[in-house]
């Protein structure tokens, strides 16, 4: 439970700081709305507001960064170049404005005081739980956005969530449907299963030369090799400049002095913990009982302090640390929920501490070790320091170079040797690349296309410099190419033979098994058919079926048992399907319909918060500029 609280309380930490990144507001003076500044591109409008260009290039800037972060950098920067992937992004920001229309017409308004409150409260602004103007005035400078930009930005925010949480709270599922579902969910059914396989028919099928040789003439292209370029490029980015850049030691230590407080490794603490639930809905004879058996644990553990990992393991309900013996790690501050926290930092090293009520219940806390407030030493970080200041240099560096670059790489576009010298680089070679299918860099298309047109491979030129990603230009020419041919009959000839000849078994496979369901369906005994153990299956436990089978079995009307059903075989072939038994599920406890209950209104909630999203769609003038889908060049 406390491993579930510690991650309550770091997602909502990350839900607000991205609440911060990515909705912006002020805090001094409530400011009507000011539209896009005078020249601001305007990407789409919505009703009678827009959309601006600077926005939309937000947007996509952070879903690339939600990609890096996903994929750990191992991604394509060009990716956010596709028309579909930006539509997607433009879309979003669409069904927002849609969404404050929709909040609007149903009268939900943001007050002043209340959009102040909002402000005043957000612990990210705040030191020892009182708003300090400073820390949000940092932010602020930081977002590089006006103060009458974020205030707006934050009051539909606010309206949009009022009026999500009212739909979230119109879903309605009636307890029948509940149990009805339930009920479906969780019956599971006694099967057993028999693959007829396309290797039990391969004997009977005769291929003729003549058939290899239509199917090669009818599917050239499944044979064609594509066009191939073995190329010479360099890499103009700021990784790679980054060592060539010299840091004076005086440097380092300036900036480990202004910014030592990012070095600092605040106290924590380790505690373990035996918890007894008592919910603040908790009847008042249930927290009595929890109270006085969380009691009972403390004086059990302070007579014999040795027996407290024992204990925990015994009867602490927290699922998560009970089978550790309550041991909870190392946290800091802010990690734990606020009772807890508070007990366990006031403590000393060694003490055993009372029942402490948090809204989890009873917690009988042991803190078991103390890690003091700790600075790293310049020493330490002298390398991180050097390394930030490297690349702060060479990203000056790069936007020197990058025009050079690109002109000596056109200017002398017979050799990269001048591109490579202006920018002190290393001239690199590549493997074969098949045109559409390339390994970093030549994964960007634009790139792709440059390095496959005429001008490289006929005139031998250097490509353009292209960006395949934020402050990366690579620059190529053709060392050799090959044209695209297809490969000879004699060279595919067996593999033609075994695909037609496992294609044409799988047919005779799928005729053999649907006659041998037909006669089963009919009340006959299939011989042939060795029906292995029955083996207990359900859509939750699927026993190691494919979905296919999986959903053939559990749709089966199981009235009259033995039931069969048939499916094709994923691998080929075909598999018949037997159902023996149904096992209905149990009756579910209350808790359990209630958590169904809860996700079914959330779905129904969800459909009606899609339907009032077409409904504003419906009523409102959208439109979007034309070439708003295409990259905008940096000028």
């Given at each position: 439970?406390?491993?579930?609280?510690?991650?309550?309380?770091?997602t909502?930490?990350?839900?607000?700081?991205?609440?911060?990144i990515t909705?912006?507001?002020a805090?001094w003076?409530i400011?009507?709305?000011?539209q896009a500044?005078?020249?601001?591109?305007?990407v789409?409008t919505?009703?009678?507001?827009k959309?601006?260009?600077?926005?939309?290039?937000?947007?996509?800037?952070r879903?690339?960064?939600?990609f890096?972060?996903?994929?750990?950098n191992?991604?394509?920067?060009?990716?956010?170049?596709?028309?579909?992937?930006?539509?997607?992004?433009?879309?979003q920001?669409?069904?927002?404005?849609l969404?404050?229309?929709a909040?609007?017409?149903a009268g939900?308004?943001?007050?002043?005081a209340g959009?102040r409150?909002?402000i005043?409260?957000e612990?990210?602004?705040?030191?020892?739980g009182?708003?300090?103007p400073?820390?949000y005035?940092?932010?602020?400078?930081a977002?590089?956005?006006?103060?009458?930009?974020?205030?707006?930005?934050l009051?539909?925010?606010?309206?949009?969530?009022?009026?999500?949480?009212?739909?979230?709270n119109t879903g309605?599922?009636?307890k029948?449907?509940?149990?009805?579902?339930l009920?479906a969910?969780?019956?599971?059914?006694?099967?057993?299963?028999v693959?007829?396989?396309?290797?039990q028919?391969?004997?009977?099928?005769?291929?003729?030369p003549?058939?290899?040789?239509?199917?090669?003439?009818?599917?050239?292209?499944?044979f064609?090799?594509?066009e191939q370029v073995k190329?010479?490029?360099?890499?103009?980015?700021?990784?790679a400049?980054?060592?060539?850049?010299q840091?004076p030691?005086?440097?380092?230590?300036?900036?480990?002095?202004?910014?030592?407080a990012?070095?600092?490794?605040?106290?924590?603490?380790?505690?373990?913990?035996i918890?007894?639930n008592?919910?603040?809905t908790?009847?008042?004879?249930?927290k009595?009982?929890?109270?006085a058996k969380a009691?009972?644990?403390?004086?059990?553990?302070?007579?014999?302090p040795?027996i407290?990992?024992?204990?925990?393991?015994?009867h602490?309900?927290?699922?998560g640390?009970?089978?550790?013996?309550?041991d909870?790690?190392?946290?800091g501050r802010?990690?734990?929920v606020?009772?807890?926290d508070?007990?366990?930092?006031a403590?000393?090293k060694?003490d055993l501490l009372p029942?402490?009520?948090?809204d989890?219940?009873?917690?009988?806390?042991?803190?078991t070790?103390?890690r003091p407030?700790?600075?790293k030493?310049?020493?330490d970080?002298?390398?991180?320091?050097?390394?930030?200041l490297?690349?702060q240099?060479?990203?000056?560096?790069?936007a020197?170079?990058?025009?050079k670059?690109?002109?000596a790489?056109?200017?002398?576009s017979?050799?990269?040797?001048?591109?490579?010298?202006v920018a002190?680089l290393?001239i690199?070679q590549?493997?074969?690349?098949?045109?559409?299918?390339?390994?970093?860099p030549?994964n960007n298309?634009?790139?792709?296309?440059?390095?496959f047109?005429?001008?490289v491979?006929?005139?031998?030129?250097?490509s353009?410099a292209?960006?395949?990603?934020a402050?990366?230009?690579?620059v190529?020419?053709?060392?050799e190419?090959?044209?695209?041919?297809?490969?000879?009959?004699?060279e595919?000839e067996?593999?033609?033979?075994a695909?037609l000849?496992r294609?044409?078994?799988?047919?005779?496979a799928?005729k053999?098994?649907?006659?041998?369901l037909?006669?089963l369906?009919?009340?006959?005994?299939?011989?042939?058919?060795k029906?292995p153990a029955l083996?207990a299956?359900?859509?939750?436990?699927?026993g190691?079926?494919p979905?296919?089978?999986?959903d053939?079995?559990?749709?089966?009307?199981?009235?009259t048992?033995?039931?069969?059903?048939?499916s094709?075989?994923?691998?080929?072939?075909?598999?018949?399907?037997?159902?023996a038994?149904?096992?209905?599920?149990s009756?579910a406890?209350q808790?359990?319909?209630n958590?169904?209950?809860?996700?079914l209104?959330?779905?129904?909630?969800?459909?009606?918060?899609?339907?009032?999203l077409a409904?504003a769609?419906?009523?409102?003038d959208?439109s979007i500029a034309?070439?708003a889908l295409?990259k905008?060049?940096?000028k």
């Open positions: 439970m406390l491993e579930t609280i510690r991650t309550m309380t770091r909502w930490v990350a839900k607000v700081i991205l609440a911060l909705i912006p507001f805090l003076g400011e009507s709305y000011v500044p005078a020249g601001l591109d305007t789409a919505v009703g009678k507001e959309i601006p260009s600077q926005e939309f290039n937000e947007a996509v800037r879903q690339l960064d939600q890096k972060t996903q994929f750990c191992n991604i394509d920067a060009s990716i956010m170049d596709n028309p579909e992937m930006r539509k997607s992004i433009l879309d920001l669409i069904d927002q404005r969404f404050t229309v909040a609007q017409s939900v308004k943001v007050t002043d959009l409150d909002r005043a409260n612990p990210t602004f705040q030191e020892n009182a708003f300090t400073a820390r005035e940092t932010f602020l400078k977002s590089g956005q006006t103060a009458q930009m974020f205030e707006n930005q009051r539909k925010d606010m309206e949009r969530s009022q009026f999500a949480n009212s739909i979230g309605f599922t009636a029948s449907s509940v149990n009805a579902f009920m969910a969780e019956q599971s059914r006694e099967v057993a299963m693959n007829i396989t396309p290797d028919f391969t004997a009977q099928v005769k291929i003729t003549e058939q290899v040789k239509a199917y090669y003439d009818a599917n050239t292209k499944e064609t090799v594509p190329p010479e490029y360099i890499e103009l980015s700021i990784d400049l980054a060592p060539a850049m840091v030691a005086e440097e380092v230590k300036k900036f480990y002095e202004v910014n030592s990012t070095y600092v490794v605040k106290e924590q603490r380790k505690a373990s913990h918890l007894i008592a919910a603040p908790a009847s008042d004879a249930d009595k009982a929890a109270k009691d009972d644990l403390y004086q059990q553990a302070k007579a014999n040795k407290f990992a024992e204990l925990a393991k015994k602490s309900q927290d699922p640390s009970g089978a550790q013996g309550g909870l790690g190392f946290f802010g990690a734990m606020k009772p807890f508070e007990a366990v930092f403590a000393k060694g029942p402490v009520l948090s989890f219940g009873y917690h009988v806390i042991l803190v070790d103390i407030e700790s600075g030493s310049l020493a970080v002298t390398p991180e320091i050097e390394g930030q490297k690349k240099r060479a990203q000056a560096k790069f020197e170079l990058a025009e670059f690109t002109n790489a056109f200017e002398q017979s050799s990269l040797k001048a591109a490579a010298e002190g290393t690199k590549g493997p074969w690349i098949s045109k559409g299918q390339g390994l970093p030549f298309p634009k790139l792709m296309q440059a390095l047109s005429d001008e491979i006929k005139s031998k030129r250097n353009e292209v960006e395949v990603a402050n990366t230009l690579v190529a020419r053709a060392l190419s090959k044209p695209s041919s297809v490969r000879p009959f004699a595919v067996k593999s033609i033979n695909k000849t294609d044409e078994a799988g047919k005779l799928k053999d098994g649907e006659a041998k037909a006669q369906k009919a009340g006959k005994t299939v011989a042939e058919l029906w083996l299956v359900s859509r939750s436990n699927p190691g079926l979905p296919p089978v999986l053939a079995a559990m749709k089966l009307d199981a009235k048992l033995p039931a069969y059903s048939g094709d075989n994923p691998g080929g072939g075909y598999t018949i399907v037997q159902v038994k149904v096992i209905d599920a009756p406890d808790a359990k319909l958590t169904v209950k809860t996700r209104n959330q779905a129904v909630s969800q459909q009606e918060f899609l339907s009032l409904v769609r419906a009523k409102t959208v034309k070439d295409e905008k060049t940096d």
